[in-house]
């Protein structure tokens, strides 16, 4: 591999091998290497039950933060680690501003709200569908994507099972008589 002449330090990329991102990026912290591992929360349903869980944005890959008198061949030998990605005969370069823009998505990523399961009686309004604006009532899940919900219109009350993506938690002023 080249040597880079410059005393400036930049962000490279780092292929990692399968399924060793969190491998590689703990080793090369243990060599005091500055390391980003982009991940994002999300949710999943794990035997029946919502979990957030991190995941990588970029399977298979990190940032490394290096300059061009840091010694460069520990990289090689990481467990975990690959290669250096390369372009054009050279390692490829990635701007600090992209960077910054995967830290700060990722910042926001982990402080999202965790969003507390449906609740039966629960006031739910339409906000997409051919039934939006309307209001409704949580009476069950159907799978991961759509609830069944108690619908108030024509003068009776109907069961509707809705995608899941088209509702929104309300405070709603429905009276529900028994």
């Not at 991190?54 to 008198?69: A, E, K, M, Q, W």
């Not at 054009?88 to 998505?105: C, D, F, K, M, W």
């Not at 009476?139 to 219109?153: A, C, K, N």
Request: proline fraction near 6%.
């Amino acid at each position: 591999m080249p040597a880079i002449s410059s005393d400036r330090s930049s962000w490279y990329l780092l292929q990692c091998k399968p399924h060793q991102d969190e491998r590689a990026h703990v080793n090369l912290v243990q060599q005091n290497y500055v390391v980003f591992h982009p991940q994002f929360v999300s949710e999943r349903v794990i035997r029946g039950k919502a979990h957030r869980v991190r995941d990588s944005l970029f399977p298979g890959y990190l940032f490394i933060h290096l300059g061009g008198n840091d010694n460069w061949a520990p990289i090689r030998s990481t467990r975990g680690v690959s290669r250096i990605v390369e372009f054009n005969h050279g390692p490829a370069t990635v701007s600090e501003n992209v960077i910054e823009h995967l830290r700060a998505r990722c910042i926001e990523s982990s402080e999202s709200p965790i969003d507390e399961p449906l609740k039966p009686g629960e006031h739910l309004r339409i906000v997409g569908g051919p039934l939006s604006t309307l209001e409704g009532i949580f009476i069950s899940s159907q799978g991961t994507e759509r609830v069944m919900i108690l619908l108030q219109f024509l003068n009776r009350e109907h069961a509707v099972c809705v995608p899941l993506s088209n509702l929104e938690r309300q405070q709603s002023s429905i009276q529900t008589t028994i």
